[in-house]
């Protein structure tokens, strides 16, 4: 799994500039090409469209100018359109490996309500998604987390941390896995040997072919609760969580209603987290 061609969806707020400053830090990510998309919504008035048009202009000019990237690996992109489509249209264009995006952390139906454009990209597109709330702290890119089980989402996000942290000197890779507990009734954050699970022992020893150190932990409760209290404890920069796409194909156009309304993991940790969380999605 590589990252060689970022989409930067900008709004003129948050934090996904920041965000891909510090990828641009990581070895592994220092020659992909970037294109920075904003996009404006239709206006009711030409003058509103004109001054919207011109608006638009700056935020890209700015965010351009901000992240100093060079010249010959970046593009921009200006948009008219509904924000949620465009941003899946471009990543299908330019066939997009990570698509980075700020978030408010809007919790449950509020999403539907408040139309959040980040939630309605990661229901429509099956790319890996970087969400970076705005009220969180962008760091520079070490201690990635990968919540683990035996899931092909888990080992596709398995994939990209090992990637990611390719060249990081000190970088470490922390492997976490949940008992469930849905009593809610929590335990102690526990390092262990991964001898002793089997979704870690094998995530362990792909780490260690690729030359990346690896910890292993484990805790009991709520799932989505458990990952968020983990990353926070193990002070972790990234989170990487897999979400697969329990949809039949007929029905990949719609949106999961089930995520939409709070009733998945990855709904609960893209509001929760106190990091930024890259959310990446295998397709049954």
Not at 93 to 99: G, K, N, P, T
Not at 124 to 139: G, N, W
Not at 149 to 178: E, M, P, W, Y
Request: contains cysteine.
């Amino acid at each position: 799994m590589m990252i060689e061609k970022i989409l930067l969806a900008v709004s003129g707020l948050g934090h996904a500039e920041e965000m891909l400053k510090a990828l641009k830090e990581v070895p592994s990510i220092q020659t992909a090409k970037v294109t920075v998309l904003h996009v404006v919504p239709p206006q009711s008035t030409a003058n509103a469209m004109t001054q919207k048009w011109e608006e638009g202009g700056k935020i890209l000019a700015n965010a351009i100018q901000s992240l100093n990237l060079d010249p010959s690996q970046a593009s921009s992109i200006l948009r008219q359109g509904d924000p949620k489509d465009v941003v899946c249209q471009v990543a299908d264009e330019i066939d997009a490996d990570l698509i980075i995006m700020g978030s408010r952390g809007l919790k449950r139906l509020q999403s539907i309500l408040s139309n959040s454009v980040s939630q309605y990209v990661f229901q429509l597109s099956s790319r890996p998604m970087l969400l970076v709330k705005d009220d969180i702290y962008v760091k520079r890119i070490n201690r990635v987390m990968v919540a683990m089980d035996n899931s092909d989402a888990a080992k596709h996000c398995l994939s990209l941390a090992l990637f990611l942290l390719r060249g990081i000197q000190g970088g470490q890779l922390i492997l976490t896995n949940v008992n469930t507990d849905l009593r809610g009734k929590s335990s102690d954050v526990n390092e262990i040997t991964p001898e002793k699970n089997s979704a870690l022992a094998a995530a362990v020893a792909e780490a260690e072919r690729q030359g990346v150190k690896a910890r292993c932990f484990t805790s009991s409760g709520k799932p989505g609760e458990e990952i968020c209290r983990l990353a926070e404890e193990l002070n972790v920069d990234l989170l990487l969580l897999g979400s697969p796409d329990r949809r039949p194909s007929v029905a990949k156009s719609f949106v999961d209603i089930d995520r939409l309304i709070g009733a998945s993991l990855s709904d609960y940790v893209r509001v929760n987290a106190s990091c930024p969380v890259l959310l990446a999605r295998t397709v049954s």
